[in-house]
Each structure stands twice: as C-alpha cells, then as structure tokens.
C-alpha cells in the first residue's frame, strides 16, 4: 500500500508536523557547519543542511537561508559584514557538537567551544574553519538571491580556498568518500552516515551503466 497525500493534507498538518515531512522529502543531505566571524572579531558557528554546488568554473558553492524572522541571523548579518565564510564537512563523530551549533546562542557565545569545536583561521582571509573538520571550504560572498515566495534566500559565495584530509584527494579530482565517515542529515534531527555503493561511466544513452569498481549495486 501506498500512503498519498494531497496538498490539502499537508496544508492542514500542524506546523511540526509538516516542517518534518517536506525537510525530509529531499531524503539525507549533507552535513555542514558554516563558519562565520562579526566585524568585532566574535566568531560564528551553525549546522547547514542545504548546502548545494553551484557551479565549477567559477567555483561557486551556496547554501538556502531561512527567514529572519524575530531572530537574528548572525550567519546573514557575518557574511554581510565581512564577505566572507566556510563551510566545513561534519564527521560521524561530531553530530552531537554540530547539531547543538543550531541553537540560539546570544551573539557573544563562541558556538565552537560551546559545541566542543575549535576555530582554525588560514592568513588573510577571517572567517573561522573548523580545525575537526577533514574537508572544509573558504568562500567570498558572491550573491544573494531572494525567494519571493518564502522569504528565504540563496546566498552564493565563491571559493577561495579548499583544505582536505590528504587521503580524501583522488587524482583525478574526485574526493573518495570511502574512509571519511561523512554525516548526512533528513529533516533537522536525524543522522546518518554514507557508504560508497558503485562509481559509473559517464552515461550515454543505448548505453546502460556498468560500474567500474568491484562493488554491485
Ligand atoms: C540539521 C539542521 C539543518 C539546518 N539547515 C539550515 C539551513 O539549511 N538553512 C537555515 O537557514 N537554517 C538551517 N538550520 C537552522 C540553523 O542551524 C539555526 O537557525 C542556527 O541557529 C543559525 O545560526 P545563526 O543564527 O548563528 O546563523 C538547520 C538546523 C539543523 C538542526
């Protein structure tokens, strides 16, 4: 049996209730801290679920903001001030400190020592990474594109510098997820971990796919 729901149905949800389904319904995503930093040197750290790649040339990655709201966004208002923020890869091992970077700390707690994270900087450039982190990305603010119809917004930054685990680089520039223990997330609350099934050819059509490791999916 098939469960269907219906528009209707999902309008006349309560709120928790619908917020879980449609966060969900994109299945696990992945999971990643953004980092940011005040004009007055306070750092910044948050969970990020909707974190996508733009583009490759030039390198452009982004991620969906919510609504302010009655809240402050300090992630909006730090990349504002400064143009500049990263995105660090959760490990499995951290979902605890990371899922905890997602309550509403007051501007001067510093999220990373409060989440059990240590800020890492690279010259010249401020915003903080995420010393645990075994891939994490610096970007300056490219663009803000706002969504009429919610009031969230895509905000795009462009990437300047990328630091990884050494045993994640494979030459032909893929990252080998294989060893990391990468986390994913669906909806807001829960974790997973991912495992590499199969790598393809690129597809042509007449053409079905043969995997080109060892492993059958
Ligand atoms: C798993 C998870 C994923 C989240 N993803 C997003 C997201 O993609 N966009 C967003 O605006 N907030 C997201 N949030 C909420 C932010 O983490 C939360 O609002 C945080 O307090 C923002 O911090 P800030 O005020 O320091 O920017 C997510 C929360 C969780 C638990």
Redesign the pocket.
């Known amino acids: 049996m098939f469960m269907i729901l219906t528009k209707n149905d999902i309008e006349a949800m309560g709120r928790i209730e619908r917020l879980n389904l449609v ?1 969900s319904l994109t299945g696990p995503k992945p ?1 990643n801290l ?1 980092g ?1 930093i005040d004009r007055e040197g306070n750092p ?8 996508v790649h733009i583009g490759s040339h030039p390198a452009l990655m982004g ?4 609504p302010a709201g009655d ?8 990349i504002r001030a400064t143009g500049v923020f990263t995105i660090n890869s959760v490990g499995v091992e951290v979902i605890a400190g ?2 905890y ?5 007051d ?1 001067e707690v510093n ?1 990373f020592t409060e989440c059990g994270f240590t800020e890492e900087y690279l010259p010249d450039f401020p915003a903080p990474f995420v010393a645990e982190s075994r891939l994490k990305i610096g970007l300056a603010f490219d663009s803000e594109l706002p969504i009429p119809s919610n009031g ?1 917004s895509l905000i795009i930054g462009r990437i300047e510098h990328v630091m990884m685990d050494d045993s994640l680089f494979a030459p032909d520039g893929k990252l080998d997820f294989e060893s990391y223990d990468a986390a994913a ?1 669906s ?3 829960t ?1 997973y971990s991912v495992t590499k099934k199969a790598v393809f050819p690129f597809a042509h059509p007449g053409k079905f796919p043969e995997t080109l490791n060892e492993k059958k999916v």
């Open positions: 966060n999971a953004i940011t910044n750290l948050a969970i990020f679920n909707s974190v991620f969906i903001l919510r809240v402050r966004r300090h992630t909006h208002e730090n990371a899922h970077s997602s309550a509403k700390f501007a999220e969230t997330v909806g807001l609350n974790y």
